[in-house]
């Protein structure tokens, strides 16, 4: 299982960044899809998840109202897009996978994508 996160990069504060995240090596079609962060000195931290279905998407209430989580199972493939980027939305973006009927959390992740917004 591979799961390639890319979409990072400098951006000011205010600007906007699309995440994504190709899915290899398993039925993606069957994975809930979350997208996390860590900052430097600071633990990781859950952004925004979506269901296997699209059906709920969940935000970080940090994020909420300026990013979109959202999927294509045809491309295997889940965005994270980034609106009125903050200086505080520094930090290295996960993705991570979790079997619908999964009870272990999230037990695929990616290598990561910085993303670096100034203020």
């Known amino acids: 299982v591979q799961l390639q996160a890319s979409g990072g990069g400098l951006v000011q504060a205010g600007g906007s960044l699309r995440l994504s995240c190709a899915a290899s090596?398993?039925?993606?079609?069957?994975?809930?899809m979350g997208w996390f962060r860590q900052a430097p000195g600071k633990e990781r931290e859950f952004v925004a998840t979506i269901s296997w279905s699209s059906s709920t998407p969940g935000y970080a209430d940090s994020v909420k109202g300026r990013f979109t989580i959202s999927r294509d199972n045809a491309k295997n493939t889940v965005y994270l897009q980034m609106n009125s980027l903050k200086p505080e939305d520094t930090a290295v973006y996960y993705c991570?996978?979790?079997?619908?009927?999964?009870?272990?959390?999230?037990?695929?992740w990616g290598q990561g994508t910085l993303v670096t917004v100034s203020s």
């Open positions: 090596g398993l039925t993606f079609r069957n994975y809930n």
């Open positions: 991570a996978a979790d079997h619908r009927f999964g009870r272990a959390g999230y037990e695929y």
